[in-house]
């Protein structure tokens, strides 16, 4: 089945490369692994920026270097079970993310350097439905990939000191928010959601305590998805569309 025909929306746009903009290790693979998949199979060159290492994160009894080095292998894996060899650490402490100049300013640098076409990032707006995707670090990682995408990375007026680093102007004409409300983009991840469970288990510190439980969940969530989007028996990962042309 050709691209076009898995992306169900309104908009006639297929992306030919896309950066994937996220706060944490893990968090594309829950929100958007079978999308990566489903857009590798089918030619779409797909980058990753992580703004932390998620230095923060499980077990406990380990040392924020030892969670860096140990989370950045498990998604350097996990990104090779969908198709992904990029990744960009942006290096901002986990827990302390917020959506001030210094991060806008890593974000537009990054797209300025992978020049996408397609963005997919997090939604800066608190879903109270969903707590878990409303993790502080989340909102503010989309809330800057968001101004990044517009107006930061296209005006040249925008960080100037990024001109004099080489960087020039790039104007990304889609951007894709995942876990968000008035979800317009319905992508169908039927044959990719093996892989995306395979990247999730991949994560090995954050989910080996509940490896059991959790393709049988991730599986629910995307027939759920499916069904609310009208696509029964699918599996679906939906995004809110936004065209910034």
Same mark, same amino acid.
């Given at each position: ?11 006639? %746009? ?34 990753? $920026?992580?703004?932390?290492?998620? +230095?923060? $994160? ?16 498990? +998604? ?15 290096? %901002?402490?986990? $827990? ?18 992978? &020049? ?66 008035? +979800? ?21 510190? +954050?989910?080996?305590? &509940? ?18 989007? $009208? ?15």
């Amino acid at each position: 089945m050709a691209l076009a025909d898995l992306l169900h929306t309104d908009d006639d %746009f297929v992306p030919t490369k896309a950066l994937l903009v996220v706060a944490h290790p893990d968090d594309i693979d829950f929100g958007a692994a079978g999308t990566v998949a489903t857009l590798t199979d089918n030619g779409v060159e797909v980058v990753y $920026g992580l703004v932390t290492s998620g +230095q923060a $994160g499980e077990p406990a009894h380990l040392s924020p270097d030892e969670l860096r080095e140990i989370r950045q292998k498990e +998604q350097t894996d996990a990104a090779a079970i969908v198709g992904v060899t990029e990744l960009h650490w942006l290096e %901002f402490p986990d $827990g302390h993310l917020v959506a001030d100049l210094e991060l806008r300013k890593a974000i537009s640098r990054l797209i300025r350097i992978v &020049r996408p076409d397609l963005v997919i990032t997090q939604t800066p707006v608190r879903n109270l439905d969903r707590i878990y995707a409303a993790h502080p670090d989340h909102l503010a990682a989309g809330e800057a990939t968001v101004s990044a995408v517009y107006p930061d990375a296209r005006n040249g007026h925008s960080f100037p000191e990024l001109l004099d680093e080489g960087h020039e102007p790039h104007a990304v004409p889609r951007l894709w928010l995942m876990a968000g409300n008035d +979800q317009n983009l319905h992508v169908d991840v039927t044959d990719a959601i093996d892989r995306k469970i395979e990247a999730l288990l991949a994560h090995h510190s +954050q989910n080996d305590a &509940r490896a059991d439980g959790l393709p049988g969940m991730i599986r629910e969530w995307a027939e759920a998805n499916a069904a609310l989007a $009208g696509y029964p028996g699918r599996a679906i990962e939906s995004f809110r569309l936004v065209n910034t042309e």
